[in-house]
């Protein structure tokens, strides 16, 4: 983290503030974050398939810059910041880059900014892809998911967000129409695609 003495010259108005390792406000990493959502939003998720191929990747690469600059960052700060503007999936995702951020908070900050996990928004894909992976689940199985249902919800839908395609959908039936009615509710969105696997019966 920057003191004030290290702030460039340029930024002589930024005496005194909190920095990143590159010299970056934690207002500015937040509008960032959501500015590049907002992009991806607009751009890949209703664009043609070549230039939205060529944002997303152009995206991606400002991400990983960010999460780089995150790493510096007090995970304390971010809270303060998000506490202050109000949270948002990005700004729980970003959370979980910070130095020293724990797992309750960064579950937290996700149930705060997330009204229902029945039928979430874009953004809480977008989020979710832009995780620390360190903090998902790494099942590969969705009935490995289910026992932690109970204590984890919101960290089993975030971790499935993030990576559904690599989770096999390994339940019966039956064993679907007994899960909660908000989670079945999850699992028919659109952006949930789960492998199929033979043992579905």
Same mark, same amino acid.
């Given at each position: 983290?920057?003191?004030?003495?290290?702030?460039?010259?340029?930024?002589?108005?930024? /005496?005194?503030?909190?920095?990143?390792?590159?010299?970056? *406000?934690?207002? #500015?990493?937040?509008? &960032?974050?959501?500015?590049?959502? @907002?992009?991806?939003?607009?751009?890949?998720?209703?664009?043609?398939?070549?230039?939205?191929?060529?944002?997303?990747?152009?995206?991606?690469?400002?991400?990983?810059?960010?999460?780089?600059?995150?790493?510096?960052?007090?995970?304390?700060?971010?809270?303060?910041?998000?506490?202050?503007?109000?949270?948002?999936?990005?700004?729980?995702?970003?959370?979980?880059?910070?130095?020293?951020?724990?797992?309750?908070?960064?579950?937290? /900050?996700?149930?705060?900014?997330?009204?229902?996990?029945? *039928?979430?928004? #874009?953004?809480?894909? &977008?989020?979710?892809?832009?995780? @620390?992976?360190?903090?998902?689940?790494?099942?590969?199985?969705?009935?490995?998911?289910?026992?932690?249902?109970?204590?984890?919800?919101?960290?089993?839908?975030?971790?499935?967000?993030?990576?559904?395609?690599?989770?096999?959908?390994?339940?019966?039936?039956?064993?679907?129409?007994?899960?909660?009615?908000?989670?079945?509710?999850?699992?028919?969105?659109?952006?949930?695609?789960?492998?199929?696997?033979?043992?579905?019966?």
């Amino acid at each position: 983290m920057n003191t004030q003495s290290a702030i460039e010259s340029s930024k002589p108005a930024l /005496a005194g503030a909190i920095l990143s390792k590159g010299g970056q *406000s934690l207002p #500015d990493l937040w509008r &960032i974050q959501h500015s590049n959502a @907002n992009v991806f939003l607009r751009f890949v998720k209703t664009g043609q398939p070549q230039r939205a191929a060529s944002i997303s990747a152009m995206i991606g690469e400002g991400e990983r810059a960010i999460r780089r600059e995150l790493q510096s960052i007090p995970a304390a700060s971010w809270l303060s910041l998000c506490a202050a503007a109000g949270w948002t999936h990005v700004g729980a995702a970003s959370l979980s880059w910070c130095d020293g951020a724990s797992e309750a908070q960064v579950w937290q /900050a996700w149930t705060e900014a997330t009204p229902s996990v029945a *039928s979430p928004g #874009d953004a809480f894909f &977008i989020a979710a892809g832009s995780m @620390n992976p360190a903090f998902l689940f790494e099942d590969q199985t969705l009935s490995s998911f289910v026992p932690h249902l109970l204590a984890d919800k919101m960290k089993v839908c975030v971790s499935l967000a993030a990576r559904c395609e690599q989770v096999s959908l390994d339940c019966s039936p039956a064993a679907l129409h007994a899960l909660p009615k908000d989670f079945q509710q999850f699992l028919s969105h659109r952006e949930i695609k789960l492998a199929q696997t033979d043992a579905r019966r």
